[in-house]
């Protein structure tokens, strides 16, 4: 106990670490508003307490109004940022939150919080106190002395620095702080220092002369005659940066010092706060524990029993340093309602049951159905839904416990396969059932290929979580609860051996792991679901990812027909063009080499050709694309290099690969769709990736002329024509490209006319080729250098391009900046229906970091809502499939295009189609156009 002992803390400094320290990843309450500060702030006073248990303790507070080193100095912070809007919002509550617990604020007008806490360890010094000041800050490591030492928060908690830790860290004692800082400046603070003064040559000069004023006494001295002329010539910015770091210690404190004694936290003023704002972790740690039958609430209206163990047991011992009781009223608020869309995650262990008689199965699926509610999991020895044996399955409907139904095992009894699917088949088709499930068209693939529909999904875990975080990480089962439950899963890895099977593991084991599966993913549907509501972001979940699970599904399960023998002819022909092409490298550079050697090609192109370096990796030159292209101006190899670079991927991703992919049982690819891959919202795919095909080369025509109807059918593609720009044109509303789509014009040669001051038919194919790269590259945030080096212009000449264009469409350009403006005001972009992407770097004060999230902002709602149409076209079509009782069938999704199988007959019907569902799937201000052709191959067709 430090009864006799002054703890001071930085409140901004521990605010700012506090939000920053989860920006790429934040925390949010259920009603979407950024929490990290109030979290961080919080746990860092509980940490204190906890730790040290101090006597007096206060938080020393910047003032609202400018201080007088503004008066000194008006450029005085001027290069600061202005602080995040999401961050400021958080200010009130981490006050209110220190009024609740009892924490006094000091703040006095015209000085910073340093000299409001520099006072505070000159009043403990005074009174033979010691005095600890919690902070970050490197000016504040001036006022360590005797018995005042700095806590500065780090990853591990608390570090405690005195005299020799200072030096440790700095190669300076205290008492030169000042002058070292007077020395280097602050560029956090805008103080200049001595320009061309940095660190190393600081700690030399006064490890030398002890202080500022020996080193300006003794300037003669130095030896460095350039040291000389910087100190000279910035001796008075060195004396001024002094006055503004030194810190005041007779501040006009508000407060007297027995004022300031908090021997204890009244935490049951706090716990409200934190449970309002869905800080339950930190709640709980202050002694509120929710007890509701099942350990979960699933609905705020359903929590019931709120109460802390504390108010139980009024005698119960306080932790040290902690105190308060909890009553009932306090955490419900007088109608005894909980705080709305409060939901306290279960991170307590489970009880789960191994069922292996049909009596118990009926009676686990019956208490199902009276739920109203049920997850299921399913266990397979393969993760190919193809071709994965179901190995048992497991459902919970309460959280806290759940039963596994093995149907296969290394021993022991096991329940019948076919009367147990029976029994589940009956449950999965029960309308009146929510069915929850994680990463659910796995288990749709794979039930059905057992016999068991599952046609109607009632939620997904894992596309929940990134519907309402995108940009979060994983979304995997072990990731999502440990993130949002606080709970540490049983990892398949602990129970099944490196290259083994779950149908090998012993069934209580097996119970254990695959019932938890069930019940974690029941505890992050009572979180998730009411997130959705309160984010109100229910219409994209629920009205178009949601069932495009089922959609992706079926495209995945019906597969594309490719031909192999082309294929193998086609790789024979990439063979022989790769051949030659590595005979004339060689030819030049005039002997053999591995062209797949990275430190030859160095060797060959930055030695013996005498080419200059673009770009130092840490094995030597960069001989990347980039690089290739640009040396590809000056000699003939690089361009050949990326010849053959281009045709060896290819072949190796493409011509080679596809025919291993062919599954044996369908003679058919059937590829993976991702929902949850892009932050954007579009799809991508993988094994094999066919996004990737080049599009407009031979190439990739070749390639795509390997996909094949089956006999007797055909293949019909729709694509929707310049869907971002029809977004744009929608988004910003701007008059001149509007009328361009709206009159059906080459939107691309209306802007060449317009940028370039000629008439649309006199712009020439240079000049159209131009305004197409700014159509689209002002959609991806494109700079004037980057532009510059697209297409191979001076840099002054793409800032003309980039200025006329703004010019000629100025609402794009308010389009842009607004977007920009809302992004840094909320922390996120949103799409035209109400997707949003979260982006933490828009608050970054690295340069390019937050250019890049200014592009991010710009490019999520042209190119989400243009995500958010596709899929929207998708679902419309496959309803109108299945409602007319067609036998078309959707086959893939690539970019803005779809794929369709069809008989020969239905052409002309699934073209009509087509062309009305998908012009049809949202209203713009600009109207939707898709072109739709049929042929007998995917390269075929445009």
Known sequence: MNQDSLFILDGYSVIYRSYFAFIRNPLRNSRGQNTSAVFGFARTIMQLFQRYEPGYFAVALDSIGPTFRHDRYPP??????????????????????????????????GYEADDVMATCAAVARQRDMSCYVVSGDKDLLQLVEGSVRILKPDKSGLQEMDRAGVFDAWGVYPEQILDYLSLVGDSSDNIPGVKGIGAKTAVALLERFTTLDGIYQ???????????????????????????????????????????????????????????????????????SETADTGAVAHPSHADGLVSDRAADATAPSAPGLQGELPLEEVHGPSGEPPQGHVAPDNSPGSYTLVTDMASLEEWIERARKAGVCAID?????????????????????????CYCPLSGPNGEVLPQQEALQLLASLTGDTGVVLVLQNAKYDIK??????????????????????????AGSFGMDALAERLLGY??????????????????????????????????????????????????????????????????????????VDT????????????????????????????????????????????????????????????????????????????????????????????????????????????????GTATGRLSSKDPNL??????????????????????????SADYAQIELVVLAHLSADPGLQRAFREGEDVHRSTGALIFQTAPDRVSAEQRRIAKTINFGVMYGMSAFRLSRELGIPRAEADRFIEAYFATYPGIQQFVAETVQRA?????????????????????????????????????????????????????????????????RLLLQVHDELILECPEQEVDRLRGLLEQEMTGVMELSVPLQVSVENGDSWGAMH
């Open 76 to 109: 005085y912070k001027q290069t600061r940022d202005k602080t995040p809007d999401d961050l400021t919002a958080q200010i009130p509550i981490i006050e209110e939150l220190l009024e609740a617990l009892g924490v006094p604020q000091i703040r006095v007008e």
């Open 218 to 288: 003794h300037l003669d001295q130095v030896t460095s005659k350039s040291q000389q002329t910087k100190l000279a010539d910035g001796r008075e910015n060195a004396y001024l940066s002094r006055d503004l770091i030194r810190l005041v210690e007779d501040v006009q404190l508000p407060l007297e010092l027995e004022e300031l004694r908090t021997e204890r936290l009244n935490l049951s003023r706090a716990v409200p706060i934190l449970l309002r704002e869905d800080i339950q972790s930190l709640a709980r740690e202050m002694g509120w």
């Open 378 to 402: 399913t266990e397979t020895d393969s993760l190919d839904e193809m071709s994965a044996r179901l190995v048992g399955f497991s459902l919970s409907f309460a959280a806290g416990s759940g």
């Open 446 to 471: 794979v039930l059905q290929n057992h016999g068991v529909p599952l046609s109607r999904v009632g939620f997904d875990t894992m596309l929940a979580a990134w519907v309402l975080d995108a940009a």
């Open 488 to 561: 540490r899963t049983t990892k398949y890895g602990d129970i099944v051996p490196k290259g083994g099977s779950f149908a090998q593991v012993e069934l209580e084991t097996a119970a254990g792991y695959a019932a938890e599966d069930a019940d974690i993913t029941l505890r992050l549907y009572h979180q998730l679901e009411p997130q959705l509501r309160s984010r109100k972001l229910e219409r994209i979940y629920y009205d178009i990812e949601l069932p495009l699970i089922q959609v992706l599904a079926e495209m995945e399960m019906t597969g594309i027909q």
């Open 565 to 676: 023998g082309y294929l193998a002819q086609l790789s024979q022909e990439l063979e022989g063009r790769l051949q030659r092409i590595t005979d004339e490298i060689y030819e030049i550079v005039g002997y053999q080499f591995n062209i797949n050697s990275t430190q030859q090609l160095q060797t060959v192109l930055f030695t013996e050709r005498g080419l200059q370096p673009r770009k130092k990796t840490k094995s030597g030159y960069s001989t990347d694309v980039s690089v290739l292209q640009e040396l590809a101006k000056e000699d003939p190899v690089p361009d050949l290099i990326l010849q053959y670079r281009r045709l060896a991927k290819l072949k190796s991703t493409y011509v080679d690969a596809l025919p291993k992919l062919v599954n044996p049982a369908t003679g058919r690819i059937h590829t993976h769709y991702q929902q949850t």
């Open 691 to 716: 996004q990737n095909i080049p599009i407009r080369d031979d190439e990739g025509r070749k390639i795509r002329a390997a996909f094949r109807p089956r006999s007797g059918w055909v293949f019909v």
């Open 824 to 888: 840094e005001q909320t922390g996120r972009s949103t799409t035209l229906l109400g997707r949003e992407r979260s982006i933490p770097a828009i608050h970054s004060r690295n340069k390019n970091e937050k250019s890049g999230a200014e592009r991010i902002a710009v490019n999520t709602p042209i190119q989400g809502t243009a995500a958010d149409i596709m899929k929207l076209a998708m679902l419309r079509v496959a309803e109108q499939l299945r409602a007319q009782g067609m036998q078309s």
